[in-house]
Nanobody, 134 residues
Framework: QVQLVESGGGLVQPGGSLRLSCAGSGSGFTLDNYRMGWFRQAPGKAREGVSC????????YYSDFVKGRFTISVDKAKNTVYLQMNSLKAEDTAVYYCAADYDPIGANSARGMCTKPDDGFITWGQGTQVNVSS
């Protein structure tokens, strides 16, 4: 069973930066077989896809509201996914969740994972809180 543990959230001032980490583990787990993504949910709002990456790393999706400010990356040796968040805004305040979707042959796109996540197949982390405030 796959387990995802996020870290790196916290309080930051507008314009500041944070880097979120998501460490994956479990029997046979390897990032080579999973699409990975970051989602967020603010109070009173629906969950939204922030950034997703295919298992090959060739396909990367960013939502319009983070494009140019956030960067997703992976360290496959550590089975860890990162989300570098720069130029943070108050509206970025949310709980951020890491997600893994088993896709060993790359049949599905990064955009698809972020825009139409299938809860029946996705493993979610517990979330990490990000607060952007002065």
């Amino acid at each position: 069973q796959v387990q995802l543990v996020e870290s790196g959230g916290g309080l930051v001032q507008p314009g500041g930066s944070l880097r979120l980490s998501c460490a994956g583990s479990g029997s046979g787990f390897t990032l080579d077989n999973y699409r990975m993504g970051w989602f967020r949910q603010a109070p009173g709002k629906a969950r939204e896809g922030v950034s997703c990456m295919s298992e090959s790393e060739f396909s990367i999706y960013y939502s319009d509201f983070v494009k140019g400010r956030f960067t997703i990356s992976v360290d496959k040796a550590k089975n860890t996914v990162y989300l570098q968040m720069n130029s943070l805004k108050a509206e970025d305040t949310a709980v951020y969740y890491c997600a893994a979707d088993y896709d060993p042959i790359g049949a599905n796109s990064a955009r698809g994972m972020c825009t139409k996540p299938d809860d029946g197949f996705i493993t979610w982390g517990q979330g990490t809180q990000v607060n952007v405030s002065s």
